[in-house]
């Protein structure tokens, strides 16, 4: 039961964020076909699943839901904003549920007064919908009544009926069989049947996805029975059956079309094509292979060392031949199963990005902010302890920028701007990194007002806020504590701002950046490894010491000599190419005293950083690497500067440094 129960919390999550998917495409556009019946799908399927344990509260809540759903497929009630909201309401508390299920194993105390009230507001729009959708002056569509009648085989047999033809159509709800109904078994009871027509209620799914137990039949029927005899028999079913009394105009219209004129009923296959397979693993496993990997990368790396040593003291050829011919398959198949570990650890960004459109409608509704969002780059992938650790910061960004940047409509329609504030989402891959952006096109970051709260709020003195540059100032919105918010709100002025993004950008391994121009917008910037588990370095020497610089901000390496070094005021620069970059010593970065005698050049590592290329002089290249990087913890967690550590072959620690952050 256990591990049923986990299987239902994973699949209820991919449900309930289907639901949302597309209940907030139907809020954009109420007639589109496809996101209906994928929302009453996932309900209906989420609504079967809750009914293997003992959690009636939810059941009755999503029942609810599907009724509603299923009135609004069939036309009868009519989406509006009233109702989206009472769906989103109920998925919304749904998946608060299924968290506590996963915490503590059943619903809360509250569930079952929280599942009534949720199903009395549905079915209260149910029928509010029912009114407003079929007014009494309403006209009947008997398109699918001709059709009926002009399908019979035998046009003199409905001239001949002297009494009025009764129509019925009957869409036996989906759990019907679980209700006792049999709708076979009513069909049979209507007396007099004239013409029968079956077809499927919903498009039929892959074969191999067909619920047995689910009905998705319409029933349509016509009766010489008489009306209260029809509806005698479909009288415990009145919710899913109409049924009109047909004129006599309609059967001669029928008959002067002739028996080939009606439509036929047909049956489709629902596949959508070849379908991707998967497979659900346990994230613990994936994490103990990403270990095991680690490991061998470690060995590797020891026999590469211990080859080394053979080679370079021993007069042993041979040996050292062979170790190195073994030391190179065991590379190869490292190479490949560090790739398929990363693989399989890989998730594309639209896993935690398509939960944020119904979150910023959340943002945005008490606000009464008008906000367009828009997403790209939902397939760029990275490792999953990326996507996940993602979540919570860039939830934090997007509300900075419906709180902060998204201006009233009047502002920005008298600044000739569009009404609504434009948010976009975007990711891309650049290299071995993964860029994160939030742009919005609102007011933008004033420098004067973050200048005058850090002074208030004493982030840095007066005289060093005033000598500073405005994108300088700008970034002080990453300080601790700080926030221009002036009262206390759900979103904004408890003290817990952008640092807080900072951080969790940090502990990822990551930079987060501002750009913005009053006025014009905002864009945040988040530059992240594809993944922090293996790190693909080169090491180097200062001194007496061996550090690592990751090689996805590498360009090239180079031998610069000193008469190409030149001063530039406290700083200096170097020749590479006719071209001019700055020159910083990583010894100068880390505090190691340079040699007393200055060398006749200088080996250099160019990097690329926001600002463009800079060189990094060091006092020797070493070899490159793929090792298992460990964020650093304890008392060092949080150290300027460092990456991370990697174990090395011969059982040393190399710090993997972090050249932008030194650099400042």
């Known amino acids: ?24 495409a139907l809020e954009r556009d109420p007639k589109a076909v496809a996101p209906m019946d994928s929302a009453f799908r996932a309900v209906h399927t989420l609504k079967g699943s809750v009914g293997l344990f003992d959690l009636a509260p939810m059941g009755f809540a999503l029942h609810a839901a599907e009724d509603l759903l299923g009135a609004l497929k069939e036309g009868r009630a009519r989406i509006d904003a009233n109702v989206v909201d009472t769906l989103l309401e109920c998925i919304g508390q749904t998946e608060r549920w299924v968290g506590e299920i996963e915490r503590t194993g059943q ?11 949720l199903a009395r507001v549905l079915r209260s729009q149910v029928d509010e919908g029912v009114a407003r959708a079929t007014p009494a002056d309403t006209p009947i569509d008997l398109g699918w009544v001709e059709d009926l009648m002009a399908q019979n085989p035998d046009p003199a047999a409905m001239k ?47 074969t191999t996805e067909i619920d047995p137990f689910a009905c ?22 009145p919710d899913q059956v109409t049924i009109h009394e047909v004129a006599r105009s309609v059967a001669d ?8 004129s009606g439509a036929e009923s047909t049956v489709t296959d629902g596949a959508g094509g070849a379908r991707a397979r998967t497979l659900r693993v346990d994230a613990a496993r ?17 026999l590469a060392h211990l080859a080394g040593q053979v080679r370079d003291r021993l007069d042993r050829k041979d040996l050292a031949q062979g170790l190195l011919v073994s030391q190179a398959a065991i590379d190869r198949i490292v190479a490949e199963l560090h790739r398929a570990v990363m693989d399989v650890r890989m998730m594309p960004m639209r896993d935690i990005f398509r939960r944020f459109p119904r979150a910023v409608r959340d943002i945005a509704g008490p606000l009464a902010k008008a906000v367009d969002f828009s997403m790209e780059g939902e397939d760029v992938e990275a490792d999953k302890s990326i996507v996940e650790g993602l979540f919570e910061p860039l939830l934090h960004v997007l509300r900075n920028a419906i709180g902060h940047g998204a201006e009233p409509e009047q502002l920005r329609l008298e600044a000739g701007k569009p009404a609504r ?3 976009m989402l975007r990711a891309r891959r650049e290299g071995d990194r993964v860029l994160i952006e939030v742009q919005d096109d609102g007011r933008g970051i004033d420098p004067a007002a973050i200048r005058q709260v850090a002074c208030e709020r004493g982030i840095a003195p007066a005289d060093e806020l005033e000598r500073m540059s405005d994108a300088e100032i700008v970034n002080l919105i990453f300080a601790p504590g700080f926030s221009t918010a002036s009262e206390v709100t759900d979103l904004s002025g408890r003290g817990v701002g952008m640092d807080a993004v900072h951080s969790a950008v940090e502990r990822l391994g990551g930079q987060v950046t501002v750009q913005s121009l009053q006025g014009h917008g905002t864009t945040i910037r988040l530059s992240l490894p594809l993944t922090i588990v293996m790190a693909r370095v080169m090491a180097v020497r200062v001194g007496h010491e061996l550090y690592g610089i990751p090689l996805d901000g590498v360009i090239e390496t180079a031998f610069v000599p000193a008469s190409r070094v030149v001063p530039v005021q406290e700083a200096e620069a170097f020749v590479l190419r006719d071209r001019t970059l700055p020159l910083v010593r990583l010894s100068d970065l880390l505090e190691i005293p340079r040699p007393a005698e200055p060398p006749l050049g200088m080996k250099v590592v160019v990097m690329a950083l926001d600002d463009g290329p800079v060189g990094i002089s060091v006092d020797a290249f070493a070899e490159r690497m793929d090792v298992l990087m460990r964020p650093m913890s304890g008392i060092l967690a949080g150290m300027p500067g460092v990456m991370g550590t990697a174990l090395l072959g011969d059982g040393s620690v190399l710090m993997i440094l972090d050249i932008p952050e030194l650099i400042g």
């Open 421 to 423: 504030t434009r948010v």
């Open 1 to 24: 039961m256990d591990d049923l129960l986990q299987h239902f919390i994973v699949e209820a999550r991919e449900l309930i964020q289907q639901a949302t998917d597309d209940l907030l």
């Open 160 to 206: 001949a009926q002297t009494k009025p033809l009764v129509a019925i159509r009957y869409t036996p709800r989906a759990d019907c069989f679980f209700a006792g109904d049999d709708p076979v078994a009513l069909l049979r009871s209507v007396p007099d049947l004239v013409s029968v027509r079956l077809s499927s209620r919903d498009p039929w799914p892959p």
């Open 107 to 117: 619903l809360p105390p509250d569930a079952a007064e929280e599942g009534y009230r």
């Open 253 to 260: 219209h029928a008959d002067a079309a002739g028996p080939g």
């Open 216 to 237: 998705n039949l319409r029933i349509e029927a016509l009766s010489g029975g008489g009306l209260d005899a029809v509806k005698a028999v479909f009288r415990f079913v």
């Open 286 to 302: 994936i994490d103990h292979l990403a270990d095991l990997v680690g490991e061998m990368v470690v060995a590797k790396n020891a």
